[in-house]
Each structure stands twice: as structure tokens, then as C-alpha cells.
């Protein structure tokens, strides 16, 4: 089943057209990894996608519903519990323990603390960090701060993650790592993924593969 569509995503910086007539589609319990050349708007896709930027036209559906012209509270609403985001540089608060940075998403939703706390545990021990739960980012290794933030992406159930260059910032071991986890997390938790990556061994792995150059995206599988 298809849970997010996109139709004739349209982007323009100035006179530089960044995306042309982008159609994208995601289904259930699905690894899409977008590659291509640095500059060719992979990130800029993915933010349309993920609704942190809007086309200048085009169609954006989520379980068939029109998302695309969603504004303010109704889009940030739709954005904290519907999809989650992990980013190259983990972006994690550094006052904050690990889990109080898993729990952001659960505050912003004003969710019940109990349970909130009861999901956040079980995270962090599918993730392999339930020793770390009360140590702040500076004191956690590169791969654990990146499974911390995965941890957050997942917090409040998202249909969607997207991830923008995730094992971008990670040794090979580390890499590896966070790779064979997002195939647990589709595996297990029928998780969808949408995967910006330079990553040849990420790429590989994921479901299907589509290429950005010149403002297209094409299907490489």
C-alpha cells in the first residue's frame, strides 16, 4: 500500500530550477534510498517530502489524503505524528540526557508521561542504548548519539522516516551498524524509510533506488 505520493513536485531557487516534475512514491514497510551528485537537490526533495519546505507546485498525498496545502498548526500537528527525521550531524540538545532527547517528540505532542517513558525504554532497548538512557550527547560515542537520534525519529510511531545522509557522519563499523538497523526496523517494525545518501553499502540495501541529475528523479532498480 502506498503511504506517501508525490506528482509533478516542482522547485525553483531564482532562476535555478532545483526539481522538475519530481514523481515519488513510498510504500509500507519500504527502504527508498535517493542518491546522486552533491548539489542536485536530493535534500531539497526530501524536505518537500517531509513537508519541512513546500513546492512551488505540485501534488504531495499522504495515505491518499492532500497534504500539500496544510499550513501552520494542521502541518505541524501532521508532521510530529506522522514522520520522524534523522539528520547527518544528529542534532541531538546537549543539556539534554539521551532520553530526555528521545522523549522531545512526546512533549511537543503533550502525550502522558508514563507511557511516553514505557515507549522511550523500549526504544532504547531495540536500539541497544538502555545503558545510556541518562548520559547527555558529549558523553556517548558517535554511534550511540546517532541511535539516540533514531531513537527520537521514532518516538510518537511514525509512518515515515526520513533520513538525510545518516551514516554520513560515522565510521565504517558505525555505519554498518546503523544500516543493518534500519533493515531490523522494516523488518520488525514495518518501518518505511525515505534515505538521501552518498552511501554505496546504504543504497544497496534499501528496496529501490532512485538517482537525482538535473532536476529529475529516476528509478535505478
Known sequence: MSILR???IQKHYGDLKVLDGI???????????IVGPSG????TLLHILGTLDQADSG?????DKDISQL???RLSNFRNSAIGFIFQ???????????ENILIPAYISKKDEKPSLERV?????????????HHKPGQLSGGEQQRVAVARALMN???IVFADEPSGNLDSKNAEELHSLFLKLRDELGQAFVIVTHNKELAAISDERHEMKDGKLGRLD
Open 59 to 63: 501534488e504531495l498525498y499522504f495515505k
Open 89 to 99: 550531524f544528529h542534532n541531538l540538545l546537549p543539556e539534554f540526557t539521551a532520553e
Open 121 to 133: 525504554k523500549e526504544l532504547m532497548k531495540i536500539l541497544g542504548i538502555e545503558q545510556r538512557s
Open 23 to 33: 514523481d515519488f512514491q513510498l510504500d509500507e514497510a519500504k527502504i527508498s534510498a
Open 6 to 8: 508525490a506528482q509533478n
Open 40 to 43: 542536485a537537490g536530493k535534500s
Open 71 to 73: 499550513k501552520g498548526s
Open 157 to 159: 510511531n511514525p509512518s
